[in-house]
């Protein structure tokens, strides 16, 4: 059964380039992050053919492995997300083969190897069927962990993502410019994650990333914008076999994406039957900095049925 909401409040989020993930961290002292805390005490691994996934869990209930999305890693999560999310659900957030703590020796992966690295970190947990989220790239892997495994799949969440090849819709030239051009500033770069005039309203928005502090792998970096890049294309994607897909599957966005424009939400939309699409206003790329909260909620709702949702 379809169904359509209208959250009159935030938005979602997808890709981000590395470089910059290292922003100011000396601001705001009254913003704290709770119980979520990153370090490497807590890294727990898994071997996988021609690598090893670094992986950490948080909370308990049912399983949620949540897919980071291009050229990030598991620290890139918001805490308070997290931590709102793990009151009710296991967290498990890893890093793709070849990121942060993760290593990598396949130089030919694809996105259908991250979504089998899913499957094996499923087998390794002893979890038959799990829920999985999907931020942008990860989305990517989501939906095809749900094509590939639909045995291993209880639910999915599609967060600011598309469908791939000639479905997707992109985003205006100027977006597109900032994105792929390696000269463009850290403040460009933010700034895409996020409404007009965000920043100056919000001066806490200085420490979203203050937890980020994972090595980044240039060479992963660009293996995943070569798969990425054949997911964009025109014989790419899933969204000529997302009929396939049965689970109840909880499609996010909003109107204020640059990256993501919430029409691919649409797409997914239409093509997945089970699916219900939130579309959330005033939140951009980087909903889950601006409405950890609200967003943990909706997704927690829907995950254990609630009533709410």
């Known amino acids: 059964m379809k169904n359509f909401i209208k959250i009159f409040r935030c938005y979602f989020v997808i890709t981000f380039i590395p470089f910059f993930f290292y922003c100011e961290k000396n601001s705001i002292s009254s913003y704290e992050y709770k119980d979520y805390k990153p370090n490497s005490d807590s890294i727990l691994y898994l071997e996988v053919p021609n690598g090893k996934i670094a992986y950490r869990i ?7 492995i949540m897919c980071m999305g291009y050229g990030a890693n598991m620290d890139m999560w918001d805490t308070r997300f997290i931590s709102q999310l793990a009151k009710f659900n296991q967290i498990v957030v890893f890093d793709y083969r070849g990121m942060g703590f993760s290593s990598n020796t396949n130089m030919n992966f694809r996105l259908e190897t991250l979504a089998e690295d899913v499957k094996l970190l499923c087998d390794h947990l002893g979890t038959e069927r799990v829920n999985v989220l999907g931020w942008s790239m990860g989305g990517y892997v989501a939906q095809l962990f749900g094509l590939n495994y639909p045995d291993r799949v209880n639910k999915l969440v599609l967060y600011a993502t598309d469908a791939g090849g000639g479905a997707v ?22 700034g895409l994650l996020f409404p007009d005039h965000w920043f100056e309203n919000h001066p806490e928005s200085k420490e979203y990333f203050k937890q980020v502090y994972e090595p980044f792998n240039r060479l992963t970096i660009k293996l995943q914008d070569e798969a990425v890049n054949q997911w964009l294309s025109d014989d790419g994607g899933a969204s000529g076999n997302l009929y396939k897909l049965k689970v109840p599957t909880l499609i996010v966005s909003g109107d204020a994406d640059q990256v993501v424009l919430f029409g691919n939400s649409e797409v997914l939309f239409d093509s997945i039957a089970n699916s219900t699409l939130i579309k959330m206003k005033n939140g951009g790329h980087g909903l889950m900095f601006q409405y950890p909260n609200e967003l943990a909620g909706y997704i927690d709702a829907f995950l254990n049925d609630k009533d709410s949702f």
């Open 58 to 64: 948080f909370g308990k209930g049912e399983p949620l």
């Open 169 to 190: 819709i992109n985003p205006e030239q100027e977006v597109m410019d900032i994105l792929s051009d390696s000269t463009s500033s850290d403040q460009q770069m933010i």
